[in-house]
């Protein structure tokens, strides 16, 4: 209006006409995609969370698919790195797991790893290296152009299980309630450590794939992926841990640092951390869990920061957006080439297979040597979430960074497996996050489909309540559906009244049934009971 008035053209304004205005930038469709869709989730989430049991991993990805290039082509992160390089995702993935990790370690009990070190030598290794080669295995059948070789480094991204996604599902409601605190934790530091030792399956793969000689490839392997990388990074982060702790407690002390500033190491140390460990070509991710559990030791560092939620702030956060740029870097015109011997159906079968036997059957065979794994139905449990996500897209893109950029067609096996490793590693991240993600709801929704089916049946059995053998099969149901209900809350009760005696009160998922439904089943129940001892006494 003002400028009506004043006979002045907006678009003939020095700002308004530059070229700056008049194009829409990249990185300010970026914010927007990223910064909306946490404001978006944020105003639903306990909603989400807490009656729908869905996470912010699986909504991210599917607004990032939608968002992403091969829906409405507002946030593309592939088109930031013209060089190819994947620099961008690799650093992405990098401070996310980083932080994630350092959170892990510091939240568990003091000096749980040393006390649960036997436990978790077991489940880790051998359930890594299990994995490793019946994947390995399954894919040079499934792939056949691809060698061996190849296949264990394909394979060697497949290994760890993704800390991101696994906090989230063990920390949800749903865990709270029917899972033991003892299993939480030790999916937690599983997912937290073999998230690191992926390296090693790794460098072997690519090692073995790039050198001409193999005795100079497992020299290469034993002095770099294991000396340098893996112990040196254990090292490292353990004493940086250590001297934090003590130079943040002296301080703490003295009055010399306020509690918002302890409260921010959580992030801090984890750049930190990663940034030496990174410079110096170690494993900056086992670095950061180590120092994360090395700096809570002694349980000084959680007395400070305990009530705080800064971490859970910064945590959902960064979920939220890495989430939301890995569903819009999916490569989904890659997933049918069949000139690379990638098509939809051999990637399907290969999802089945990892999901079936990357972890359950090495865990079922090697729970009764892990004292908090007590049942089968526990140790299924446990085998069966082991996602795969944010360090999966990271070890693949660290291994296309070490192999040659492909022609096309590829020239030879290591362009062949520099083209092949991320897409079907994307697929099988996506069928995890998909599957993985939407557990906790199908378990939850399945608990009460079948307690109402329970009661619905034993009401229509009332009006055969002349017959006393359906009479007695009314009694059975119901008896079965109240034992199962008692048997949940009493588990539900024990985990919130004792944290580490819950794990003997739960006998598995599968007898589960949600606490808001109890009130309307016990009334169906006694309803149905109050009928049937009436139709006795009449048959009498």
Known sequence: MVLHLLQVDPFRLPILSSP?????????LAYICLGGFVVAFSTVSLLVKEKLYINEVVLGTIFGILVGPFCANVFNPRS?????????????MRIVLATGLFAIGVELPGSYMKKHARSLLVLVVPTMAFGWVVVAAFLHLIFPKLVFISCLAIAACLTPTDPIICATIVGGKYALKHVPRNLRLLISAESAANDGLAYPFLSISIYLTVEASR?????????????????????????LGLAFSFLMRVSHRRGFIDRESYVAQYLALALFTIGIASTIGSDDLLAAFACGNAISWDESFNEVTENSV??????????CGCFVYIGAWMPFDAFNTPELGITPWRLVLLLIVVLGLRRIPSVL??????????????ALFTGHFGPMGVGAVFVSTLARTRLPNPNNPPANQQELLAATIQPIVAFIVLGSIVVHGLSIPVFSLSGSVTSHTRVLVAEWLVKFRWLPLVCDLQRRLLGLGRARMEGSVSAERGDAGHEMTAGKDVSGMANAVRVEEEASVVHSEEYALDGADGGVVAAQ
Do not use: C, M
């Open 215 to 239: 005795r100079v490839a497992i020299g290469k392997w034993f002095l770099i992926g294991w000396l340098y990388q893996v112990i040196l990074g254990i090292v490292l982060g353990s004493l």
């Open 20 to 28: 700056a205005v008049s194009q829409i930038s990249t990185p300010g």
């Open 80 to 92: 930031w790195d013209s060089s190819g390089s994947d620099v961008k995702t690799l650093e992405v």
């Open 310 to 319: 800064f971490s859970s702030v910064i945590d959902l956060v960064l979920n």
């Open 365 to 378: 065979l090697l729970y009764r040597w892990v004292p908090e794994i007590t049942t089968w139905q526990e």
